[in-house]
Nanobody, 125 residues
Framework: QVQLVESGGGLVQPGGSLRLSCAQS????????IGWFRQAPGKEREGVSC????????YYKDSVKGRFTISRDNANNTVYLEMNSLKVEDTAVYYC??????????????????WGQGTQVTVSS
Protein backbone atom coordinates (compact mmCIF):
# COMPACT_ATOMS: atom_id res chain seq x y z
CA GLN A 1 0.00 0.00 0.00
CA VAL A 2 1.29 3.44 -0.91
CA GLN A 3 2.43 5.67 1.92
CA LEU A 4 3.70 9.24 1.88
CA VAL A 5 5.34 10.74 4.95
CA GLU A 6 6.30 14.40 5.18
CA SER A 7 8.91 15.84 7.50
CA GLY A 8 11.00 18.97 7.91
CA GLY A 9 8.42 21.55 8.89
CA GLY A 10 8.97 24.00 11.69
CA LEU A 11 9.17 27.61 12.78
CA VAL A 12 11.40 29.96 10.82
CA GLN A 13 11.85 33.71 10.61
CA PRO A 14 10.94 35.65 7.47
CA GLY A 15 13.75 35.33 4.96
CA GLY A 16 14.77 31.98 6.34
CA SER A 17 14.85 28.52 4.78
CA LEU A 18 13.41 25.08 5.35
CA ARG A 19 13.65 21.80 3.48
CA LEU A 20 10.64 19.53 3.46
CA SER A 21 10.94 15.82 2.70
CA CYS A 22 8.36 13.42 1.32
CA ALA A 23 9.30 9.78 1.79
CA GLN A 24 7.37 7.39 -0.44
CA SER A 25 6.81 3.67 -0.13
CA UNK A 26 4.61 1.04 -1.69
CA UNK A 27 4.71 2.20 -5.31
CA UNK A 28 4.85 -0.67 -7.80
CA UNK A 29 5.38 1.61 -10.80
CA UNK A 30 8.38 3.88 -11.42
CA UNK A 31 6.43 6.67 -13.10
CA UNK A 32 4.37 8.95 -10.94
CA UNK A 33 4.16 12.60 -9.99
CA ILE A 34 4.72 13.98 -6.52
CA GLY A 35 3.11 17.29 -5.71
CA TRP A 36 3.42 19.65 -2.77
CA PHE A 37 0.30 21.43 -1.59
CA ARG A 38 -0.37 23.77 1.29
CA GLN A 39 -3.35 24.94 3.26
CA ALA A 40 -3.34 28.00 5.48
CA PRO A 41 -6.00 28.56 8.16
CA GLY A 42 -9.25 29.73 6.61
CA LYS A 43 -7.96 29.28 3.07
CA GLU A 44 -8.37 26.67 0.37
CA ARG A 45 -5.65 24.17 -0.30
CA GLU A 46 -3.36 25.24 -3.13
CA GLY A 47 -0.76 23.49 -5.22
CA VAL A 48 2.81 24.71 -4.80
CA SER A 49 5.02 22.52 -6.94
CA CYS A 50 5.25 19.08 -8.49
CA UNK A 51 7.83 16.79 -10.02
CA UNK A 52 7.86 13.71 -12.21
CA UNK A 53 9.94 11.05 -10.49
CA UNK A 54 10.64 9.38 -13.85
CA UNK A 55 12.17 12.31 -15.75
CA UNK A 56 12.61 15.03 -13.12
CA UNK A 57 10.49 17.62 -14.91
CA UNK A 58 9.00 20.09 -12.48
CA TYR A 59 6.41 22.82 -12.23
CA TYR A 60 5.94 25.68 -9.77
CA LYS A 61 3.19 28.00 -8.70
CA ASP A 62 4.11 31.53 -9.78
CA SER A 63 4.38 32.91 -6.26
CA VAL A 64 7.13 30.45 -5.30
CA LYS A 65 9.19 30.48 -8.48
CA GLY A 66 12.77 31.45 -7.71
CA ARG A 67 12.31 30.74 -4.00
CA PHE A 68 11.30 27.06 -3.86
CA THR A 69 13.07 24.14 -5.51
CA ILE A 70 11.63 20.67 -5.84
CA SER A 71 13.94 17.70 -6.35
CA ARG A 72 13.93 13.93 -6.14
CA ASP A 73 16.24 11.24 -4.84
CA ASN A 74 14.97 8.08 -6.47
CA ALA A 75 17.53 5.90 -4.72
CA ASN A 76 15.93 6.86 -1.40
CA ASN A 77 12.35 7.29 -2.68
CA THR A 78 12.26 10.84 -1.40
CA VAL A 79 11.16 14.13 -2.87
CA TYR A 80 12.35 17.39 -1.36
CA LEU A 81 10.99 20.91 -1.34
CA GLU A 82 13.71 23.43 -0.59
CA MET A 83 12.10 26.68 0.51
CA ASN A 84 14.18 29.85 0.64
CA SER A 85 13.36 33.51 1.29
CA LEU A 86 10.31 32.41 3.21
CA LYS A 87 7.52 34.89 3.77
CA VAL A 88 4.84 35.10 6.42
CA GLU A 89 2.29 34.19 3.76
CA ASP A 90 4.04 30.85 3.21
CA THR A 91 2.74 29.75 6.60
CA ALA A 92 0.56 26.67 6.14
CA VAL A 93 0.32 22.94 6.57
CA TYR A 94 2.26 21.42 3.69
CA TYR A 95 1.22 18.11 2.18
CA CYS A 96 2.81 15.86 -0.38
CA UNK A 97 0.64 13.83 -2.68
CA UNK A 98 1.02 11.49 -5.63
CA UNK A 99 -0.70 10.28 -8.78
CA UNK A 100 0.40 7.95 -11.54
CA UNK A 101 1.64 9.73 -14.68
CA UNK A 102 4.80 10.27 -16.75
CA UNK A 103 4.96 14.05 -16.89
CA UNK A 104 3.86 17.13 -15.00
CA UNK A 105 1.41 18.61 -17.50
CA UNK A 106 -1.42 20.11 -15.45
CA UNK A 107 0.02 18.56 -12.32
CA UNK A 108 -1.35 21.14 -9.88
CA UNK A 109 -4.88 20.63 -11.23
CA UNK A 110 -4.97 16.82 -11.40
CA UNK A 111 -6.70 14.65 -8.82
CA UNK A 112 -4.12 13.06 -6.54
CA UNK A 113 -4.68 9.50 -5.36
CA UNK A 114 -2.38 9.44 -2.36
CA TRP A 115 -1.74 11.99 0.38
CA GLY A 116 0.56 12.38 3.33
CA GLN A 117 -0.46 13.59 6.76
CA GLY A 118 1.07 17.08 6.43
CA THR A 119 3.76 19.06 8.17
CA GLN A 120 3.35 22.54 9.65
CA VAL A 121 5.45 25.42 8.35
CA THR A 122 5.25 28.64 10.31
CA VAL A 123 7.05 31.78 9.16
CA SER A 124 7.05 34.38 11.89
CA SER A 125 9.33 36.86 13.59
Amino acid sequence: QVQLVESGGGLVQPGGSLRLSCAQSGFTLDYYVIGWFRQAPGKEREGVSCISVSDGSAYYKDSVKGRFTISRDNANNTVYLEMNSLKVEDTAVYYCAAYVAFGVYGCLRRPYAYWGQGTQVTVSS
